[in-house]
């Protein structure tokens, strides 16, 4: 495996782990010290909407919400 590609492979393993982190509500400040992240800036780059649930808001009868 070229060194590039590994990195990449890397890369895309950290994001899923740090964004079902993200998912699962725990702290920024917690997930950025368990992958190094020497600012919290780095870590909220995961703070992704989370589609199926605002679609479920946007397009459903709003119960969710009440």
Do not use: C, N, W
């Not at 605002?54 to 919400?65: H, P, Q, S, T």
């Amino acid at each position: 495996m070229r060194p590039k590609l590994a990195r990449e492979k890397t890369r895309s393993a950290e994001r899923l782990r740090v964004q079902r982190l993200v998912d699962a509500d725990f702290p920024f400040k917690v997930i950025g010290d368990y992958v190094g992240h020497r600012t919290p800036e780095s870590t909220e780059m995961y703070a992704k909407v989370a589609v199926d649930a605002l679609r479920e808001v946007a397009l459903g009868d709003g119960e969710m919400i009440l």
